[in-house]
DNA sequence: TCTGGGGTCCTAGGACCC
DNA sequence: TCTGGGGTCCTAGGACCC
């Protein structure tokens, strides 16, 4: 059996760890430069808000219900991710974490059932982190999610379901929309929904092979892990990355080469920066600039693939390739709305498959970027920079409600008044 | 006026090979 | 004028996930 544990509103649950006045409110929190919704409490999900709608678009709404608007804080979140994650490698067999805020777990070798063995997880995170968190339980990832969706819509579970038998069993489960299933995104619903396909019963109840022929191999893998078969495999090993990107979009539109020149600069040097974090080398670099794709009439994307000559994690050299990128992507006239560095083809650290003519001398590199990237460490991100990332000021994200790094940053840390 | 960021996987089509 | 069959590799773009 395979579990899913997932948090609860997880940012918002976040937000009110630390602020309990925030309990029992609508709350949202939003997406970078204060633009989107991607978080909701309870009471904002009641109110109707939809989960990525821009936030102009309820500025009534948030007045009218005195609505808890927040900036993301990625800082406090990922802390408490790690919090949780740590408990779930501590407790269980194995896990997979699947994203800041969910994890599969692998139940094949526990001694104890699965929903004893499921519950039990939960109180631990719930008393030691203090996030709410479900968890669903089934023969497959499919299943295990479909599973923490039913857990989450129906109170009389208290948060923990275990799909034990065959998904047929369970009329309630067979009744929720068939865009509920892990995988079933829009375009799929649509086509769904058009041929008479509502509900998690009519998907699983079509053929297999009318599936495959309109939902190509991956609605087929659906289908198959609906019906028990398991045909996505826990992975543990979630650290080799096939590709890593850094990206933003701007909070005021971006005219000058040169603004870009060290945004794109900072991106590739956090691009690095994960790079080297993990142990793996780049070998090809994507760079691309966006104008506003909300105005349709005049949108340019622009975007430049860079095989890089020899494997690199070094900030320096990627910063240089960047730049070089830029000036041939870029047009003078335009307004940029957003650009980001993706370094992809991923290779381990351990072996550099060298190039004859290498001008660079790796080992030096290697150096100098292990005593940077400790210092940064050690006395705060940005401490030493490249001169090329400028002051950062044209481009700064927009995040005016944002609480404090409460747990990561000793003079943000709570204060308590007591009388 | 204001519209996020970071991923994976699959497919179609073109270039190229024999 | 007529113009095969089978394969690999690469890339761009789409769908989906949180």
Not at 175 to 193: A, H, K, T
Not at 246 to 273: H, I, N, P, W
Not at 369 to 389: F, M, W
């Amino acid at each position: 059996m395979i579990g899913l544990l997932d948090c609860n509103n997880f940012y918002v649950s976040c937000e009110r760890m630390f602020n309990p006045s925030l309990r029992n409110k609508p709350v949202v929190v939003l997406s970078n430069n204060d633009g989107c919704v991607v978080a909701r409490s309870n009471e904002s999900k009641i109110l109707g808000i939809p989960m990525g709608v821009p936030v102009f678009k309820i500025r009534e709404l948030i007045k009218r219900y005195d609505i808890k608007v927040l900036s993301s804080n990625y800082e406090l979140y990922g802390d408490m991710s790690s919090r949780v994650m740590t408990l779930l490698y501590k407790h269980a067999p194995a896990v997979e974490v699947y994203s800041i805020d969910e994890a599969f777990i692998d139940l094949s070798n526990t001694h104890i059932g699965a929903y004893e063995f499921a519950a039990n997880l939960k109180k631990i995170v719930e008393q030691s982190v203090g996030i709410p968190v479900g968890v669903g339980v089934g023969k497959t990832k499919t299943l295990a999610k479909l599973a923490n969706v039913f857990a989450k819509k129906n109170a009389s579970t208290l948060g923990v379901f275990v799909l034990e038998q065959d998904l047929q069993y369970y009329s309630d489960v067979f009744m929720l929309p068939v865009d509920e299933i892990w995988g079933v995104g829009r375009r799929s619903r649509n086509f769904l929904q058009n041929n008479g396909k509502h509900t998690v019963a009519d998907y699983y109840n079509a053929s297999r092979s009318w599936i495959k022929k309109y939902l190509t191999v991956a609605g087929e893998r659906t289908w198959l892990e609906l019906h028990g078969e398991s045909c996505i495999d826990i992975d543990v090993d979630i650290d080799q990355r096939k590709s890593i990107c850094t990206s933003r979009s701007f909070g005021s539109v971006v005219k000058l080469k040169q603004e870009l020149e060290e945004a794109l600069a900072y991106f590739a040097d956090s691009c690095a920066m994960k790079l080297r974090r993990q142990r793996q080398l780049a070998r090809s670099m994507y760079v691309f600039i966006y104008t506003n794709r909300f105005v349709q009439d005049a949108y340019y994307n622009g975007g430049i693939t860079v095989k890089l000559p020899v494997a690199t994690n070094d900030s320096a050299e990627l910063i240089k390739y960047a730049r070089e990128a830029l000036s041939r992507t870029f047009k003078e006239g335009l307004g940029y709305k957003k650009a980001g560095v993706i370094v992809f083809d991923l290779v381990s650290d351990a072996i550099i498959q060298g190039n004859l003519f290498d001008p660079i001398s790796r080992d030096k590199q290697k150096v100098l970027a292990e005593v940077v990237d400790k210092i940064n460490r050690t006395q705060g991100k940005g401490t030493i920079t490249s001169a090329l990332q400028g002051n950062l000021n044209g481009w700064k994200l927009k995040r005016e409600n944002l609480t404090p790094a409460y747990s990561t940053n000793i003079h943000e840390i709570i204060t308590v008044k007591t009388n």
